[in-house]
DNA sequence: TGTACATCAGTGAACGCGCGTTCACTGATGTAC
DNA sequence: TGTACATCAGTGAACGCGCGTTCACTGATGTAC
């Protein structure tokens, strides 16, 4: 086991670049730059399936995406970025899947399931989230927040007391849920249903 | 490399050590022996606390515990062994508040309920946990799965439906309560509450 | 009692390896005249 | 049109470093006679 998963976090290795005056990355401006930004992503996205978050090093990367080492250094300023990239670029893609799934809804009981079942259709459509979603973290940081105030006006609307630290419970049970459909890569119609149940309080 | 069993013969103790089959450690039997390993054990708790699962560097751990490198592998086949060695004494001391909190109660909410107290207290006590919740895994593997086990009956006694599917989100909410616990550092009756009506269903 | 030896635990230098990161350089593309 | 130059992206060898692991050795303790 090479248990990278928390690496994000720190730097393993000590910089030799002063720690006040972080690294700069001029973003790609040509086509064929951005082609190439995208491609490492990509890149990520697979090595995050096969090997999980901790296997997301350079030299995975860069040999996924058939590049050389030093044009990861061009369009990212160290591991770490990537890795925030691949986050957001993860976030962006099931933010936009529920906020379509939920627009045309009342912040409510029906709000949130159909939100719910956009999260989880999207998790199915990126299978390397599982690794991310084992440490999306749910704290200050990370966009598990984020759904976390997606999800609390809807509770509220639902009459729920505690809604604040409830939606924060919900968040878990979703990305629960996800992980177990994950594990078999197709909806789990148990599962949602005792999710249902869960959120809905009969 | 050199043949391993051939320059283990030159010891006068030599130890059968084929080389397909995994190195071996035999379990310390002298008191000091005992001591050392626990101090191990205890480093390594320590180091996770401070720096995470991904902070147990056997370096680390060995220069918390005042040990020399190679001490750890007296008492450790090698990282992994140690990693799940420290999950098992995690899972054996929450384990065991939990048997003592239900002990006294038939199946159902009220042990359910108990069993869910004693797990959030336990983990108070035992803050390293919080690096090991985050990845202890409720799929086939990790302690999770025994909480689920654990919890299932309770849930069928309270006539729930999908008992199975349920349990596993169940242990996915106590888990996430666990974790804002520790953010603070301590008990957080608002989530306790939120917890509590989750699993109540009124 | 002393002595020889077996057993157990501990030591730390040394090893090979993969890691993240750097940097001097190359090549491709666009622009000016 | 050709030529000179600026800009952008890509390259890969090389670096230092921390990692997990090994192993020949030392020291402490127990036991036999």
Redesign the interface.
């Known amino acids: ?1 090479t ?5 994000s ?2 730097s393993r290795y000590h910089r030799a670049v002063p720690a006040d005056v972080a690294r700069q990355v001029r973003p790609a401006v040509t086509p064929h730059g951005l082609r190439t930004r995208a491609a490492l992503l990509e890149a990520g996205r697979a090595v995050a399936e096969e090997h999980g978050l ?1 296997g997301i090093s350079v030299n995975a990367v860069v040999a996924a995406a058939g590049v050389a080492k030093g044009t990861f250094y061009v369009h990212f300023a160290d591991r770490d970025a990537f890795i925030a990239a691949l986050r957001a670029s993860f976030a962006e893609r099931v933010g936009a899947a529920i906020a379509a799934a939920t627009e045309h809804h009342e912040a409510g009981a029906r709000r949130l399931l159909a939100g719910i079942d956009a999260y989880l259709d999207a998790c199915l459509d990126q299978r390397a989230l599982k690794a991310l979603l ?2 999306a ?3 200050a940081d990370g966009a598990d927040n984020t759904f976390a105030r997606a999800v609390e006006p809807n509770l509220r609307a639902m009459g729920w ?2 809604a ?3 939606a ?2 919900v ?3 979703v ?3 996800a ?2 459909e994950l ?1 078999t890569g197709r909806r ?1 119609p ?2 949602r ?3 249902r ?2 959120v809905q ?2």
């Open positions: 086991m248990d990278r998963s928390c690496t976090e720190r901790a084992r440490e973290g749910t704290g007391r505690d604040h630290a409830s924060r419970l968040v878990a049970l990305a629960e849920a992980v177990i594990e789990d148990t599962t249903r005792a999710l149940r869960f309080r009969d």
